[in-house]
Every structure is written in structure tokens, then in C-alpha cells.
């Protein structure tokens, strides 16, 4: 049996959409590559259109599609009203209000990715910032934990203005999608790295050469690299990986969340002093959700189990219940949370 294989930054999946690595694996006589490549390019004109608009404009059109899809899925509709009846922060209207935030966060993403940093700097009022310089100037690393509240890829698209930034993504269901996220999230500054064995090295290289990362905590990972640990009551499969990185690296962890307000967005940043241990993150988590309910993406599938994970309350007799997983070799490209 041969060895097995370490894969590399340089390697990623077969069939990856043109423009990104791996490239190599696409052919482009197949039927479904020109597809998808159709596709991209069709998506990559549409967000550039649709980033040219006025902030204003495409939030009201983003209210209004939250409010289409909220009454149109019955699926969606229920995941929302469930999870925010599962933290108390049901009633007054506040649904609704949710599902209009949820569509504004998809329409202002757009305005993100495409416009200059001054352009973005201009909107965005900044609150605890000055404890990034102070870090800066130690050379400690910074891990920046934003969950999916507000406009969560502003924080690292306005640090990355002034200073590199290396984010952790996940590869889009919609594969069209992918190579327009890419594009958006990788200039000089940012570099955006797989979910894997990989992209984890990359964090820990970025970290002890005292340069920035950043994670969206209250993604869901993969079996072996979390743990069971309550969210608003209810146990939720919640990520190691801040606590490994911890761990591998000198830093300070930050909480960043560009919360929405008129005109543009107010960046927050607090730090987190405790070890960033799942029941501690989302202790964390649920203190910035109750700041700004209406923004938290409450239709996000927060509780679901993945494939492979114990069951919440039945103790594992391995390293999952100490928090303590390590990739195995064989499993290198597995994703194990990261970036939406």
C-alpha cells in the first residue's frame, strides 16, 4: 500500500473551476465545464453589476428578497422561527425582520467584494480598533472569530486594506459561485485557503510570522474536528480549530463583527481572553448575537449533526471528547470548517 499522500496548498480538488488551483483537472471539451464556466462568467458579471448599485438599493432589494424567500420556503421559514425560538429572541415582529437582514447580507456582499478599500473604509465606523495596532506593533499574531452576523465578510475585507490577512473558506454548493469568491477574497493582502490539512498550515504560518486570520466560528465542521458544547441551550457540533491554532501559535483571538447600520456598517472588535474552547466560543458567540439579533443568520442549519459525529450527550470514547483531534494523514483534504 503507498504511503499516504500530504497534500499541499498547490493541490486541490479535481474539476476545480477555471482561475483557480487545480485547475488542471478541468477539461474544457466536457459539456459541464463549459457549464460551469458559462456559468461563473455569467455570475461574475451579474455580482459586478449588482455591486455598482447604491448601498441603499441593494439592501431595499435584498429586504425584499429575504421577505420572498421567508414566505416562499416553508423549510427555510421553519429553520428561522425554530432557531430563534430556541434562544428566546422569538416575538415582536422579529422574524421578519431577520428574513429582510438575511436578504440585505446576501445583496451587500456584492458592494463588498467589488468596491476599492477607500470606498468601504468610507462607510465603516470602527469601535475597539485601536487594540489591533497595539498588536501589531508586539507582533502577535490575531485570530479574528466573526460568526455569521452583520456583514461577516467586511471584517476581513477592511483589514485587509492595511494589512495581510489569511481567511479560512469553504467551497460553495453552487460551483459557479466558486471562482467569483475566490476573486473577491484574494488580492495581495487576503489569501483565502481551503478547509483542510492544508489551508490549517497555511493559518499556522501566517500566525507565527505575526500576521492575521480569520474563521467564522459557528460553522458547522466535520466529524473529528469538533465537539458537542451548548448554543442557546442546545448542544451544537462546534469547531477545535481556534483552540488548536491557540495552541500552535502565540496570538490573541478578536471578535469582529460589522454590524449593519444606516449608510454603512460599525466594525466592533472585542477581545476574547478565555481559551477559545468550543463552550467558550459560543458563550461568545450568543453575547454578540443578543447585541444585534435581527442580523444573526438564524435560518443557518446551526444544529445539525455531520455525518460520522456522535450523537449530542452520548460520550466518545476517543479524542472528540477532550477536543483534542488531530488530522490523520489519510484524511488531509477533508474540510473541517472555515468560511461559508
Known sequence: MPP????????TRPGAPSGLPGD???DPANPASRRDNWS?????????AFGRLPLRCARALGAVLGLLVFLGSPRYRRKLVTNLMQAGLDGGGRRWRAAMQAGQALAEMP???TRSGDEIAARVRTEGYERIAVLQEQGVGILFLTPHLGAFDLAARHFGNTAPITVMFRPPRLRALEPVLYQSRNNAQRSAVPANL???RAMIRALRAGQAVGLLPDQVPLAGHGRWAPFFGRPAFT???PARLAGAARLKVLLAVAERVKGGWKLRIEPLEADPQPEVLNAAMEALIRSCPD????GYSRYRSPPGAEPPGIPSSGCEASGSCQSPAPAADRSIGGAS
Do not use: I, K, N
Not at 499516504?4 to 493541490?11: A, G, L, W, Y
Open 40 to 48: 461563473a462568467s455569467a455570475l461574475t458579471v451579474a455580482v459586478a
Open 24 to 26: 488542471a483537472g478541468r
Open 239 to 241: 469547531m477545535t480549530l
Open 4 to 11: 499516504p499522500v500530504d497534500r499541499t496548498e498547490s493541490q
Open 295 to 298: 442580523q444573526y443568520l438564524w
Open 198 to 200: 492544508a489551508g490549517v
Open 111 to 113: 458592494f463588498v467584494w
